[in-house]
């Protein structure tokens, strides 16, 4: 079955205290992005890639790492949680970015 | 950046009357215009899209249009039913990746 998926789907962490949410897809995609998603303020790409070794800056990156090692693997890092990163975070991917977007089941995370 | 206006932010509609949301873009390169419904507490998934050589798509309830010389496009939603209620987000690209708007809390009263 072509999916996105995330892990974990809930986390409650304490501020500083680093994590990693993964998120993978099995659909072949170049593309895959990061979003969060905050009530009235809809959905915030942080980071993107385009392709292995490829990332960019979306409009909230501060705060969070990514990388793209391999192309179905696309894990977000948060080196030192604060407050504010408490959010709904949706992983997604499509072919070459101008396309249809498939998203994750997202991961809600509270930072204390 | 490029951005996308969507409007209204909230709507409630009674139950079988049609609702429109309209999204105004700011990229007059975007040629791929979807949009997407979140409904409560699950990820957002595509329900219709459409791409700039054409003007209007319908898939059953659901139809898109889209104004590329005043840069607009909407949703409209016809014989609306209670399954209706989700959030409804537009998008657009171009020479960049997809960007969303903020989003529609669509209510259907039964």
């Known amino acids: 079955e072509a999916q996105v998926t995330q892990n974990p789907r809930y986390l409650i962490t304490v501020t500083g205290k680093k994590l990693t949410v993964t998120c993978s897809q099995n659909m072949n995609h170049e593309y895959m992005s990061w979003y969060r998603q905050d009530p009235g303020l809809g959905l915030r790409q942080i980071y993107y890639?385009?392709?292995?070794?490829?990332?960019d800056k979306g409009d909230v990156p501060e705060g969070y790492k990514v990388s793209r090692k391999e192309k179905r693997n696309f894990p977000l890092i948060l080196e030192s949680p604060s407050p504010n990163q408490t959010s709904l975070y949706f992983c997604?991917?499509?072919?070459?970015?101008?396309?249809?977007?498939?998203f994750g089941p997202g991961t809600r995370l509270t930072v204390l | 950046g490029e951005n996308v206006e969507q409007h209204p932010s909230t709507l409630s509609v009674q139950e079988g009357d049609s609702a429109v949301i309209k999204c105004t873009y700011s990229d007059s390169a975007s040629n791929y215009f979807p949009w997407y419904k979140q409904e409560l507490g699950k990820r957002p998934q595509l329900i219709i899209d459409?791409?700039?050589?054409?003007g209007e798509k319908k898939d059953q309830r659901i139809a898109v249009t889209l104004n590329k010389t005043a840069k607009h496009f909407s949703l409209h939603i016809t014989e609306t039913q209670p399954e209706d209620s989700a959030v409804y987000f537009c998008?657009?690209?171009?020479?960049?990746?997809?960007?969303f708007g903020k989003g529609t809390r669509l209510s259907v009263i039964a």
């Open positions: 997604a991917s499509s072919f070459q970015g101008r396309n249809e977007q498939f």
């Open positions: 998008a657009f690209s171009g020479n960049t990746p997809l960007v």
């Open positions: 890639s385009m392709n292995v070794e490829v990332t």
């Open positions: 459409i791409r700039s050589n054409v």
